[in-house]
């Protein structure tokens, strides 16, 4: 790749169970001059997510053989917007492409928080801490002392979970993964008091036996047996916050069973709730003031997993979806520090 060559990730067709490099291609193209009103970025980092996975099914966020979409933060480089400089550091969603022409409404500015790596905001304050961050205080509104169950608990969002759970004064902190590996990282650097790897046996069991007097919230992102653990390992007036079903994305023919349990929910008053964090785009202020002083402080260490260089984006997606990752999983472009 040289200076003026752009290159863009496509998608050329939809999978049918776990995707694979076949499914994408790298185009490349004449970087493109802005336009009045827009601003050319030069990308930086970007986060591969779970949802990406759920995008590839449908063209409501990903159409074939056109560039994808993914929170990016980048640097502009040539800017004819109004409120956009050269040199101006930007979040936007139109990522997986070295380059994006983007318009003022289409970026928001980078907060200059001393101290803070960047990294940061595409992890702990960006999408993925907010999905933590909501779906604890907003939805399942976890109060001091409670006891918390946090399935796929080394991601992205599952490890800001148990951080922020801990800074809010949680109690027992119980989280799911899918190694030993991951179990270890929970236990001796997130801070769960304890944490099971969910192919050692039933999941309700593990949970039952890893929380043997129950636990208050869970805050869920795989569903399916998951979910029914959940259920079955909350207390009365308990509170499920659902962020996401992993266990589904890669279904060839159906999703799997509805948790059998799910009348358990009227016999102990639980509340369920499944959340969209897009729609609660106003609690990132509210995100900032609660993370930043754990930042800077060192009190809220990143979980990230970083790989180098934008031509390995599509492995480093598939590597996420294998679970390979801990922590949230990012892109840099080469030799750039984190």
């Known amino acids: 790749m ?5 290159i863009t990730v496509q998608q050329t067709a939809r999978p049918e169970g776990f995707p694979t490099p076949a499914h994408f291609a790298f185009v490349e193209a004449p970087v493109p001059a802005p336009a009045p009103g827009t601003a050319l970025v030069e990308n930086l980092q970007w986060s591969v997510d779970p949802y990406h996975r759920e995008a590839m099914d449908g063209d409501f966020l990903w159409t074939l053989n056109s560039p994808m979409e993914g929170r990016t933060l980048g640097r502009v480089l040539e800017s004819r917007a109004p409120g956009l400089s050269p040199g101006d550091l930007v979040l ?32 702990v304050l960006g999408g993925t801490g907010l999905s933590a961050y909501v779906g604890l205080t907003r939805i399942a509104r976890l109060q001091p002392g409670e006891d918390l169950f946090v399935s796929a608990a080394a ?3 599952g490890t800001a979970a148990g951080r922020f759970a801990r800074l809010l004064g949680a109690g027992r902190l119980v989280g799911s993964a899918g190694s030993a590996r991951k179990v270890a990282h929970l236990t001796e650097r997130v801070g769960f008091d304890a944490a099971f790897d969910y192919h050692d046996g039933p999941v309700t069991a593990l949970l039952a036996k890893a929380a043997p007097d129950g636990v208050d919230v869970a805050l869920d992102g795989v569903g399916g047996d998951h979910l029914e653990a959940s259920i079955d390992a909350l207390r009365e007036y308990g509170r499920i916050a ?11 023919s159906a999703p799997p069973p509805a948790p059998r349990n799910l009348f358990d929910l009227v016999g102990k008053s639980i509340r369920l709730e499944g959340f969209l964090v897009r729609n609660h785009m106003d609690a990132q202020a509210e995100l900032y003031d609660f993370a930043v002083p754990h930042l800077r402080s060192g009190r ?19 590597g996420m979806l294998r679970g390979e990752n801990v922590g949230k999983a990012l892109v840099s472009r080469s030799g750039m520090a984190i």
């Not at 040289?2 to 752009?6: A, E, K, R, V």
């Not at 139109?94 to 990294?119: C, I, N, Q, Y």
């Not at 809220?300 to 598939?318: H, K, N, Q, S, Y």
Request: aromatic share 8%; proline share 6%; hydrophobic share 40%.
């Open 2 to 6: 040289t200076n003026d060559t752009m």
């Open 92 to 123: 936007h969603r139109k990522g997986w492409r070295t380059h994006s022409v983007l318009t003022r409404d289409e970026v928001r500015p980078v907060p200059d928080f001393e101290g803070v790596p960047l990294a940061a905001h595409l992890s």
């Open 155 to 157: 991601g992205g969002v």
């Open 242 to 252: 659902w962020v996401g079903a992993v266990a589904q994305y890669h279904s060839l």
């Open 300 to 318: 809220l260490p990143l979980d990230v997993t970083v790989t180098e260089g934008f031509d390995r984006i599509v492995d480093a997606f598939l």
